[in-house]
């Protein structure tokens, strides 16, 4: 049985993925999508960071600000209701942008820039868990509220039936 899966051309970082006879599962492409949907984002962090900048060239802001003028304009290339199509002239757009900054600002100013998006992340992260913190205690005293509501309402019934 083991004989049937081919190992040998297994990525090394993903060693638990099989493939059978070439085809991938697809799980393991959400998670590779996912992750590069991740760095894109932090990408998109840290052109914001380096648009308010103090430090921050002129020109570096000029290409900060083509680059997410474009992004967010509803006039493009290629629009962006085409499936896959439409959001590539996006993707093409953020990567060129981001070389070009990283070409003209000061390494010291971008290396910030990245700290800052990284530490931003991570506070994201914290707000996220304590908002889901919240609303679990929130739903945990609505339930308990209801329970305890039921069972007097049961407990009432029973006597007054006696």
Same mark, same amino acid.
């Given at each position: 049985m083991?004989?049937?899966?081919?190992?040998?051309?297994?990525?090394?970082?993903?060693p638990?993925?099989? %493939?059978? @006879?070439?085809?991938?599962?697809?799980?393991? %492409?959400?998670a590779?999508? &996912?992750?590069?949907?991740?760095?894109? !984002?932090? !990408?998109a962090h840290?052109?914001?960071?380096?648009?308010?900048h103090?430090?921050?060239?002129?020109?570096?802001?000029?290409?900060?600000?083509?680059? &997410?003028?474009?992004?967010?304009?509803p006039? !493009?290339?290629?629009?962006?209701?085409?499936?896959?199509?439409?959001?590539?002239?996006?993707?093409?757009v /953020? =990567?060129?942008?981001?070389?070009?900054?990283? $070409? #003209?600002?000061?390494?010291?100013?971008?290396?910030?820039? @990245?700290? +800052?998006?990284?530490?931003?992340?991570?506070? @994201?992260?914290?707000? =996220? %868990?304590?908002?889901?913190?919240?609303f #679990?205690?929130?739903?945990? &005293?609505? /339930?308990?509220?209801?329970?305890?509501i039921?069972?007097? /309402?049961?407990? &009432?019934?029973h006597? +007054?039936? $006696?």
């Amino acid at each position: 049985m083991e004989s049937e899966f081919d190992n040998s051309i297994l990525p090394d970082s993903i060693p638990a993925v099989r %493939r059978v @006879r070439g085809v991938r599962r697809l799980p393991t %492409r959400i998670a590779i999508w &996912a992750e590069k949907a991740r760095e894109l !984002q932090k !990408q998109a962090h840290v052109f914001y960071f380096a648009f308010k900048h103090p430090k921050t060239p002129w020109y570096a802001r000029l290409i900060a600000a083509c680059a &997410a003028g474009y992004l967010l304009s509803p006039i !493009q290339i290629i629009p962006s209701f085409i499936p896959v199509i439409g959001f590539m002239d996006d993707l093409v757009v /953020l =990567v060129v942008g981001f070389k070009l900054i990283q $070409k #003209v600002m000061p390494p010291e100013v971008l290396q910030e820039c @990245r700290d +800052r998006a990284e530490a931003a992340e991570v506070q @994201r992260k914290t707000e =996220v %868990r304590s908002l889901a913190r919240f609303f #679990v205690f929130i739903a945990i &005293a609505v /339930l308990w509220l209801i329970l305890a509501i039921t069972g007097s /309402l049961l407990v &009432a019934s029973h006597f +007054r039936h $006696k």
